[in-house]
């Protein structure tokens, strides 16, 4: 379920990592929450479309796959803020805006 190259992916309201120790990972999990946060504002649909639309959008200015990938908003307000274990207690709603 996980694409090749990724160790984890966040489908509401679901949580699919590569291997079961993962999930003893805090910072990896904390990363996934704040998707599953992302989906519930945006109604799950609408968070998958832009998602999908911002990444072509940035793989066409890169040029690079990883990097396209880890400049989307969503990626990055998760990347930015996946070690604060706290930060899901005191994140305004629709912060993501603020990674565009």
């Known amino acids: 379920m996980v694409p ?17 120790s ?8 904390n990363h996934e929450k704040i998707h599953l946060r992302q989906q519930i504002e945006l109604l799950i649909v609408p968070f998958f479309i832009i998602y999908i639309v911002e990444f072509l959008v ?16 969503f990626e990055r307000e998760a990347f930015q803020n996946d070690a604060k274990l706290d930060y899901l207690k005191k994140r305004p709603f629709w912060n993501f805006i603020n990674y565009f």
Not at 22 to 29: D, E, M, P, Q, S
Not at 58 to 73: F, H, V
């Open 4 to 20: 090749k190259g990724y160790i984890g992916i966040t489908i509401f309201p679901f949580v699919f990592l590569k291997h079961k």
């Open 22 to 29: 993962l999930a003893k990972n805090k910072v990896l999990i």
């Open 58 to 73: 940035r793989l066409i200015q890169q040029k690079n796959w990883n990097l396209a990938y880890k400049t989307i908003s």
